[in-house]
């Protein structure tokens, strides 16, 4: 649930037609696995309710469209694995969100990310924190926060545990106490990439050739979107040649696979870079970081390019970069900013 909160008012907003058009091009939605299935709506309405707030319901659901959904199909059709959950945070959350907070005059938008926000009074910077439950710290989806942003924004479960606060809503009678995490891409419940975009676009996707780092054919492919880096499984190589897709090419139609050492990298290349703790990284500085949401985070040496470009260089080779995934950078607690991997 979402709240813009003036003082002691509050809005909660959730797009009921965003998750029509969801439901009507998914076929459905597995409200145990989703984010964003029409109880979530219901469920926020009777939770405003329950302790005497206003409740709105705002439609993005063009925006969302936009700047989400087309996105992540964009991105698999060029050989790219996006997060589509960052999109959201950045393009309706927190912009298409934050324009409506102003819009009806109130100061801050209160969410149910595990994160904090600080004010760094030397810096004169607000700094983006790691939620204090380790295991629920959601800093790595909200790297593209910007300092007004973060300004008027609220995480008031970034210093409790998850069992805290199912507490708290089990205490106050609240009817999602004991809901489930959402695991899910709310438009896409089963799981099934290559089947929504393909039921999207409204074409099949095109069969090319498996090919080995030589060229040399290997066997086919049903179609580029139906891979991402580093998958073993569902190639329909025999499964004793241990083969992954090292790589995938749009302009040839072609998927590469190789060994799994292959996979590994020790640097790579990041645009569309946001930076919060600091404006710019001119120099190398000693940091963590991260390539995935559910990775671990790696000791790494990161600066800018003279472009604005983001290059970080491992310690020791990372498995499978891919393509289209953010790389987060931390120092400490303290997220420094990051971008999407080139």
Same mark, same amino acid.
């Given at each position: 649930? @979402?709240g813009?909160?003036? $003082?002691n008012a509050g809005?909660?907003?959730?797009?009921?037609y965003? =998750?029509?058009?969801l439901?009507?091009?998914?076929?459905?939605?597995?409200r145990?696995?989703?984010c964003?299935?029409l109880?979530?709506?219901?469920?926020?309405?009777s939770?405003?309710?329950?302790i005497?707030?206003?409740y709105?319901?705002?439609?993005f659901?063009?925006r969302f469209k936009e700047?989400v959904?087309?996105r992540?199909?964009?991105?698999?059709?060029?050989?790219?694995?996006?997060n589509?959950? @960052?999109?959201?945070n $950045?393009?309706?959350k927190?912009d298409?969100?934050f324009q409506?907070?102003?819009? !009806?005059?109130?100061?801050y938008? !209160?969410?149910g990310?595990?994160?904090?926000v600080?004010?760094?009074?030397?810096?004169? $910077?607000?700094?983006? =924190?790691k939620?204090?439950?380790?295991?629920?710290?959601?800093?790595y989806v909200?790297y593209t926060?910007t300092?007004e942003q973060?300004?008027?924004?609220?995480f008031?479960?970034?210093?409790?545990?998850?069992d %805290?606060?199912r507490?708290?809503?089990?205490r106050?009678?609240?009817?999602?106490?004991?809901?489930?995490d959402?695991?899910?891409?709310?438009?896409?419940?089963?799981g099934?990439?290559a089947g929504? @975009?393909?039921k999207?676009?409204?074409?099949?996707?095109?069969?090319g050739?498996?090919?080995?780092?030589?060229g040399?054919?290997?066997?086919?492919h049903?179609?580029?979107?139906?891979?991402?880096?580093? %998958?073993r499984?569902?190639?329909?190589i025999?499964?004793?040649s241990?083969?992954?897709?090292?790589g995938?090419?749009? #302009?040839?139609?072609?998927?590469v696979?190789?060994?799994e050492e292959?996979?590994?990298?020790?640097?790579?290349t990041?645009?569309?870079v946001?930076l919060?703790?600091?404006?710019s990284?001119?120099?190398p !500085?000693?940091?963590?970081?991260?390539?995935?949401?559910?990775h671990?985070?790696?000791p790494?040496?990161?600066? %800018?390019?003279?472009?604005g #470009?983001?290059?970080?260089?491992?310690?020791?080779?990372? $498995?499978a970069i891919?393509k289209? %995934?953010a790389?987060?950078?931390?120092?400490?607690?303290?997220?420094?900013?990051?971008g999407v991997?080139?």
């Amino acid at each position: 649930m @979402i709240g813009l909160k003036k $003082r002691n008012a509050g809005i909660s907003a959730h797009d009921d037609y965003m =998750k029509k058009a969801l439901i009507a091009m998914s076929g459905g939605v597995d409200r145990e696995k989703s984010c964003c299935s029409l109880d979530d709506v219901e469920d926020a309405r009777s939770v405003c309710y329950r302790i005497g707030i206003r409740y709105y319901v705002f439609n993005f659901s063009e925006r969302f469209k936009e700047d989400v959904m087309e996105r992540f199909v964009r991105a698999y059709e060029n050989g790219c694995t996006p997060n589509p959950c @960052i999109d959201c945070n $950045r393009y309706l959350k927190f912009d298409k969100l934050f324009q409506r907070m102003k819009e !009806v005059g109130r100061d801050y938008i !209160v969410t149910g990310h595990y994160a904090r926000v600080e004010y760094d009074g030397d810096k004169r $910077r607000y700094l983006l =924190k790691k939620a204090l439950d380790d295991n629920k710290d959601q800093s790595y989806v909200l790297y593209t926060l910007t300092q007004e942003q973060l300004a008027h924004v609220s995480f008031p479960l970034g210093k409790l545990t998850k069992d %805290q606060v199912r507490d708290i809503a089990k205490r106050h009678g609240f009817i999602n106490a004991r809901k489930h995490d959402s695991q899910d891409i709310c438009f896409v419940p089963d799981g099934d990439y290559a089947g929504f @975009i393909e039921k999207y676009t409204g074409h099949e996707s095109v069969p090319g050739d498996f090919v080995d780092k030589s060229g040399n054919i290997l066997g086919r492919h049903k179609g580029i979107i139906h891979y991402t880096l580093g %998958q073993r499984r569902g190639l329909g190589i025999p499964p004793a040649s241990r083969l992954y897709v090292c790589g995938i090419s749009p #302009k040839t139609n072609q998927v590469v696979l190789g060994k799994e050492e292959e996979l590994f990298s020790w640097e790579l290349t990041a645009g569309e870079v946001n930076l919060i703790s600091c404006e710019s990284l001119p120099e190398p !500085v000693k940091l963590k970081a991260k390539i995935r949401y559910r990775h671990p985070e790696e000791p790494a040496t990161a600066w %800018q390019t003279p472009d604005g #470009k983001l290059h970080v260089k491992f310690d020791r080779p990372q $498995r499978a970069i891919t393509k289209g %995934q953010a790389v987060v950078l931390y120092d400490g607690d303290e997220v420094i900013g990051g971008g999407v991997i080139e």
